[in-house]
């Protein structure tokens, strides 16, 4: 694990350098992050109510029986984006916007040095973590589809149970570590819910996203041989994006079915970027710095 959190950071610190570095790689893992702050799990969850899909239009629906959002339900393109009827096709739409929020920020602290200095390696492990949920991007409407597409990264063992909105996949991935992923997918409400474990029981990566309206709440919880960190996230189509990384003490509550959130959700006593109405502040390891 630390020997592939390593090249993922030096991958992702070379692409870094690029224009739009921080949209979704085709592949590297996690890199460990930093402290937890108690503050962080004091803050409420995303409103379920809020998140749910209007149907006031003409009643339309894609070919998974979801209904198509109001597009007046709020005034940005991301808003419209219809939730998909599987895991695949939510996770890819949140991955979208994810990808949209990192360029946002990246081009507001890339003019200033102290800020590239304070922000971007530790944005690193935020930019490529979702790349250890490849699973997610492979399980739409046929299982075996699943199962070949993860066999094509070098996956071997692959099970794939389920439909819907519950499914469970094991399989050994290219480093020989057994896992089994679990995951709840709310179309309707446009919420996700997973869990990975070794074949030991250990928890290999909790993750889970709700979307209320065009906004975007998400947590990750992860371990390695020696510590556990949380990644946290709230974003916007178009104008707040903050993220936060720390290291954890245990698994953190969930954050669907609650209300109240805000961005103030990914800030901790470690480091949490926040990019709102075109202001940037920064709180690294201490220090704050705005833009």
Do not use: W
Not at 5 to 22: E, K, P, Q, Y
Not at 40 to 68: T, Y
Not at 199 to 219: A, L, P
């Amino acid at each position: 694990m630390k020997k592939i959190a390593v090249t993922a950071v030096l991958v992702a610190f070379i692409l870094s350098m690029c224009a739009g570095c921080f949209k979704p790689i085709p592949r590297a893992p996690i890199q460990e992050g930093v402290q937890e702050s108690e503050a962080a799990g004091k803050n409420g969850s995303p409103d379920d109510a809020d998140s749910e899909i209007s149907d006031k239009n003409d009643g339309s629906e894609d070919k998974g029986g979801v209904k198509q959002p109001d597009p007046d339900d709020s005034g940005s393109d991301r808003s419209n984006v219809v939730p998909g009827a599987h895991p695949q096709a939510g996770f890819s739409n949140y991955q979208t916007a994810k990808g949209d929020a990192l360029t946002r920020l990246t081009e507001a602290y890339e003019s200033s040095d102290e800020l590239v200095l304070a922000i971007g390696f530790n944005m690193l492990s935020v930019s490529v973590i979702d790349l250890n949920l490849m699973a997610l991007s492979v399980l739409g409407e046929d299982p075996k589809l699943a199962a070949t597409s993860l066999g094509i990264f070098g996956f071997t063992d692959i099970d794939v149970q389920g439909s819907g909105d519950t499914y469970r996949l094991t399989y050994t991935d290219s480093e020989g570590v057994h896992t089994e992923l679990t995951c709840e997918y709310d179309a309707a409400k446009d919420q996700l819910k997973t869990l990975m474990l070794d074949d030991s029981g250990r928890i290999i990566m909790f993750f889970e996203y709700v979307r209320n309206k065009d906004t975007y709440i998400s947590q990750y919880y992860y371990t390695d041989t020696d510590a556990s960190y949380l990644i946290r996230c709230y974003f916007d189509k178009d104008n707040i994006a903050a993220f936060g990384s720390s290291t954890a003490s245990a698994q953190p509550e969930s954050i669907i079915g609650g209300s109240g959130f805000t961005e103030e959700f990914v800030k901790n006593s470690d480091f949490y970027a926040i990019l709102k109405d075109g202001k940037l502040f920064v709180y690294n390891q201490g220090k704050e710095i705005t833009n």
